[in-house]
């Protein structure tokens, strides 16, 4: 079973924007510690709350990055860009979806192509009722 880690963030007074970049320049590192995806994303409704989501196959992996290096500086750096306590969970990934639309662009947002009626299928024509 896959595992996901979950690492809440919450940003102090007006340090949002700097915390974000930083957040996504710091979890791209977890991809050389053995991470499979990671992704950060920031609350609309709460513009001081972020939630960090990185994938592991073993939790030793994960220690290694959230210890190592990267992330212990970049905790010094921002430690006053964010409020402590900060708790992970360990999470099993029990299910995921997705649609991945593949027009050469990078994710510009427009919608994917409606799906086109399946062709008339050759021979004999049905009988009509």
Sequence with gaps: MRSVVHVPWYAT?????KLEGALHDVTGSSLRYGATSWAVHRNRDDRYKFLQ???????LDFEAWWEGPEMSEFRAIASSWFAVPVIYSWCD?????RIVVDNGDEGDGDPAPEPQDAPEP?????PQA
């Design 13 to 17: 007074g007006f340090r949002a924007d």
């Design 53 to 59: 989501i990185v994938e592991f196959e073993k939790k």
């Design 93 to 97: 990934l029990v299910g995921e979806g």
């Design 122 to 126: 050759e021979g004999e024509p049905a």
